[in-house]
């Protein structure tokens, strides 16, 4: 399922890191992003003392518990060659922990490493290693949400229309407003609920009216966010995370219609 071609090299060492809505809420995500990454030619593990990347503490102006998470994370992962995550959200928040440690030289620099080598899964899959799925079909419409952290904190926009442009009898139509944000926003949907749902009443509508069958799109908590305001509407669109759909799993996941 990879052309990544060439020479045969060692297989790199990839350490996945789940998420932890993935782990609690769509696991067939995380088993997901481990077919793809292992089509690709990686040898993955999944570190089971792996938690938290420390945003929700960190959104919230708990420095203190986000570096313990942070340390943890770092501790973990450090000795993979790369941690790739079906997140951008949590790829980008372990790319800021070098700005969290930079009162400790050490632990600066161990960060600054660990963020060098991580990656959002659909970057890594395009980005690292030149993959493209084969054999992989679904006869369906489909449209994407571009999600902010990947978009704008990790430059995701072309990789994910890439792969699922290999995906035989998927149309991909356009979403008006594909760049803007769902309403998620981690604890803004908590802190400011009138705005958020005022937003993601507005994405729901948009979705809706491309007709597509499908809504992908990278990180999970924005897809529980607009999966329950279409919910609500009424609206027969399914969710899926796009690495379900690449990996084959998205038609066959428990509860189809759930994100």
Aim: proline share 4%; hydrophobic share 40%; glycine share 10%.
């Amino acid at each position: 399922m990879t052309n990544t071609g060439g020479a045969r090299q060692a297989a790199p060492k990839v350490g996945l890191f789940a998420t932890c809505l993935v782990d609690m809420l769509r696991p067939n995500i995380g088993f997901s992003a481990l077919e793809l990454l292992r089509a690709a030619g990686c040898d993955v593990q999944i570190p089971r003392a792996q938690t938290c990347c420390g945003q929700p503490a960190y959104n919230s102006g708990d420095d203190g518990n986000a570096r313990k998470l942070a340390r943890q994370v770092i501790e973990v992962f450090e000795n993979f060659d790369y941690l790739v995550a079906p997140s951008g959200s949590c790829a980008s928040m372990i790319r800021t922990y070098p700005e969290l440690f930079k009162d400790d030289p050490a632990l600066s620099l161990r960060a600054r490493t660990l963020a060098e080598k991580t990656f959002e899964l659909l970057s890594f899959l395009v980005d690292v290693r030149g993959f493209r799925p084969a054999n992989v079909s679904c006869k369906a419409s489909a449209t994407y949400h571009d999600t902010c952290s990947g978009l704008r904190g990790l430059g995701i926009k072309t990789q994910p229309r890439a792969l699922l442009a290999a995906v035989q009898g998927l149309e991909m139509r356009p979403l008006e407003g594909d760049e803007t944000c769902c309403g998620f926003g981690g604890t803004f949907c908590i802190k400011y609920s009138e705005i958020s749902d005022a937003i993601v009443a507005e994405k729901a509508a948009n979705i809706q009216a491309t007709g597509a069958d499908l809504l992908l799109g990278g990180d999970l908590g924005c897809l529980l966010n607009m999966a329950g305001k279409l919910r609500r509407a009424g609206a027969t669109t399914r969710v899926f995370h796009a690495a379900e759909l690449l990996a084959g799993r998205a038609l066959h996941a428990i509860g189809e219609e759930k994100p």
